[in-house]
């Protein structure tokens, strides 16, 4: 296996693993909203917290390095808001809920990235 695809691999049955539940939900099942919010969100969170994991063994540099993180944020969003959705919140509300958390996040990434910065090159 070339070393390309050996790093690419996890990421490969992330995504593949993902899509597979989200056919099987939505297709295999007689469709219930309820069912398919509810697995969504433990999927989202489950593969948040992979690509969280994956990006923390990351060995890119720069903004390559921040992609893998950006998108484990935003899984745990996801996961987030079909739960909110599941539990009966409004998607209005859900969303407003969502941007909220994803401008504090913003937020203190930005302040740990400027707090941080003088010490690395130091």
Request: hydrophobic share 60%; charged share 15%; proline share 3%.
């Amino acid at each position: 296996m070339s070393e390309r695809i050996r790093k690419l691999f996890p990421w490969m049955v992330l995504f593949g693993s993902i899509a597979v539940i989200e056919l099987v939900v939505r297709f295999a099942f007689p469709f219930s909203l309820r069912r398919v919010l509810g697995v969504e969100t433990v999927v989202f969170l489950g593969a948040g917290l992979a690509a969280g994991a994956l990006a923390r063994r990351s060995t890119q540099v720069g903004w390559r390095h921040a992609l893998p993180w950006l998108l484990a944020a935003s899984l745990g969003l996801a996961a987030v808001r079909t739960g909110l959705w599941f539990w009966g919140v409004s998607v209005a509300r859900a969303n407003l809920v969502i941007g909220l958390l994803a401008v504090g996040m913003a937020c203190i990434w930005w302040i740990r990235r400027r707090v941080r910065r003088p010490e690395a090159t130091g």
